[in-house]
């Protein structure tokens, strides 16, 4: 729920004069900040996920190109592609690592 949803129901428990219920509102808004940072970083630790993946299946492509036509003139620069996904999939393994430390 966004800030706005939660003043407009304090509004509601308010005119209803549900001292309780503003209470758990004020409470749940002073959480909000904190629970929005965490799914920030959730959602953070997903796009990490998703390039990964994405990475190997590239990297799966490229293998099996230069299994199948290994005397292709392009077969050294699938190579060097397949040295660079390598290294950019071991910094997204760490940046992974790192925020899992930070979740936990």
Known sequence: MSVDDYLDLY???????????????IESLKNHKETAAEQQRMDSVKELWNRFDEINLL????????RNQEEDPESDRWKERIWELKLERITL???????YIKIR
């Open 93 to 99: 393994a760490k940046q992974i690592q790192e925020r």
């Open 11 to 25: 509004n509601y428990a308010k005119a209803i004069n549900d001292g309780q219920w503003q209470a758990d509102i």
């Open 59 to 66: 990297l799966m492509e490229l293998f099996d190109k230069l």
